[in-house]
């Protein structure tokens, strides 16, 4: 990863996180329009970006550090052909603002700390440190919270989907009265201090996707964002996300000897 920051890439008109307005391309339609989803509190300052049903451990998931405090997210959804009756609705993308005073002038790929606060290993040449999506949704959470706040793994499913009326996780996103269809904002259930995790689910849905830092021009960090890559780039084409790039596990362990609930390998 190249560690400078990047103006000249990401500044082009092809950004467009937390904008409102209106792109055609060709016969398809985009409405932006960014939607806010509440607070998260990052009480430790390590904040981790990931799927929340098959990428999310209890312990060791790599973290961005971030100042700590109660941070508002949110997400630029894009509605597809409004004004059809087929219209649908996409997540372009997930900001959490660190600073709303200072404005954003550019932005860099970020490279995660592992458990223990070890950097991820550096990457050389344009490659760029992606998280996994395998269930159509992505999150941000701190990283203490989740040890503190989510019970024992093997109880996370009936967290997530199940038959009662308490509110699961699965049903919140799919509840366009919660805060928009295809986002949730859900309090971690063993959390004394009201820790929560906001999640969103990811533009076209399963993939790689980076998470970028945006700075003002005296380097200060303005925003973490997610970039689900589903607007079409400037010749008209949806980007495509390159696979060929490093995915990282969340502890010591190789992929053969991490043991992962059933449910974790969609």
């Not at 998470?211 to 964002?225: K, N, P, T």
Request: charged share 30%.
């Amino acid at each position: 990863m190249n560690d400078q920051l990047m103006n000249d890439q990401f500044m082009s008109d092809q950004w467009r996180a937390l904008a409102t307005r209106i792109i055609e391309n060709g016969d398809e339609v985009y409405a932006l329009c960014p939607v806010k989803c509440g607070k998260l509190k990052v009480s430790s300052g390590k904040l981790v970006c990931c799927d929340p049903f098959s990428g999310m451990d209890k312990t060791g998931n790599p973290y961005i550090d971030i100042p700590r405090g109660d941070h508002e997210v949110v997400v630029t959804v894009a509605t597809l052909n409004p004004e059809k009756p087929y219209k649908s609705y996409r997540n372009a993308y997930a900001s959490l603002i660190i600073d709303e005073t200072l404005t954003e002038t550019k932005r860099k790929d970020l490279l995660p700390f592992l458990a223990g606060g070890v950097p991820a290993a550096e990457l050389e040449g344009d490659d760029v440190y992606v998280f996994e999506v395998d269930a159509g949704t992505a999150c941000f959470v701190d990283a203490q919270a989740v040890e503190e706040g989510m019970p024992e793994e093997y109880e996370w499913y009936n967290l997530f989907d199940n038959d009662t009326d308490d509110g699961c996780w699965f049903d919140l996103l799919d509840d366009s009265d919660h805060i928009h269809e295809g986002i949730a904002n859900v309090r971690l259930p063993e959390a004394g201090d009201n820790s929560n995790l906001i999640m969103f689910q990811s533009g076209w849905g399963d993939g790689v996707y980076s998470i970028v830092g945006g700075y003002d021009d005296q380097d200060r960090l303005a925003a973490i964002h997610i970039d689900f890559g589903i607007l079409p780039d400037e010749d008209g084409l949806s980007p495509e996300i390159e696979e060929a790039t490093v995915q990282v596990e969340s502890d010591d362990s190789t992929p053969e000897e991490k043991k992962r609930p059933w449910w974790k390998f969609w």
